[in-house]
């Protein structure tokens, strides 16, 4: 039993969101006895010619499957931060509401932090800047050397914290369901 549970908390799979609107991360982590592997990051972006609807959809759909694809454990997004710009704020909530809908949805726990914590957490600093925090996460995570944008950094950023964080259960597939 104790070792099943071991290698059940080794594994522990992270669906890892950097929420936007036009663009946003997405990418899966994973430790692997006690490691944390990057399995995938992408960066999605909606078509600015569709209604505000269709974009949403969209950012549901891509989510939903790679939720059905990788069978993560549990999501992790950052919470939403103030912006300068008001329209802004509000499409990128929405879009936080489809993602954290997706999560509920599929069964998922939904981990959420701030970018503080986040930074505190890959880089020890809480004013790192973004070059500092990508810098961190290519030395803590094996990746290829495919070109990625800040958007899948900040996610696999995400995905980090929540691993070197977050205590799981065996109850519902690892992490406790919502």
């Known amino acids: 039993m104790c070792r099943k549970l071991s290698q059940m908390l080794?594994?522990?799979?992270?669906?890892?969101?950097d929420?936007?609107?036009d663009r946003l991360g997405i990418a899966?982590?994973?430790?692997?006895?006690?490691?944390?592997?990057?399995?995938?990051?992408?960066?999605?972006?909606?078509?600015?010619?569709?209604?505000?609807?269709?974009?949403l959809w969209h950012i549901g759909e891509e989510i939903r499957n790679a939720i059905v694809k990788w069978k993560p454990s549990a999501l992790?997004?950052?919470t939403l931060f103030l912006f300068s710009n008001q329209k802004?704020?509000?499409?990128?909530?929405?879009a936080r509401g489809v993602i954290l809908y997706e999560a509920a949805r599929a069964g998922l726990r939904a981990f959420e932090y701030t970018p503080l914590?986040?930074?505190?957490?890959?880089?020890?600093?809480?004013?790192?800047?973004?070059?500092?925090?990508?810098?961190?996460?290519?030395?803590?995570?094996s990746l290829s050397s495919k070109k990625r944008l800040d958007d899948e950094y900040d996610a696999l950023a995400i995905g980090l914290t929540c691993l070197a964080t977050e205590k799981f259960s065996t109850s519902t597939n690892v992490a406790n369901k919502i």
């Open 117 to 141: 914590q986040i930074k505190i957490a890959v880089t020890g600093y809480g004013r790192s800047d973004k070059r500092q925090v990508t810098d961190m996460v290519r030395k803590l995570v």
């Open 19 to 21: 929420p936007g609107y």
């Open 76 to 78: 992790a997004t950052e």
């Open 28 to 55: 899966v982590l994973e430790k692997q006895k006690g490691v944390e592997v990057a399995l995938f990051s992408a960066c999605v972006t909606t078509d600015k010619k569709q209604t505000a609807g269709e974009r």
């Open 10 to 17: 080794n594994n522990m799979r992270i669906l890892a969101i």
């Open 88 to 94: 802004t704020a509000f499409r990128v909530a929405e």
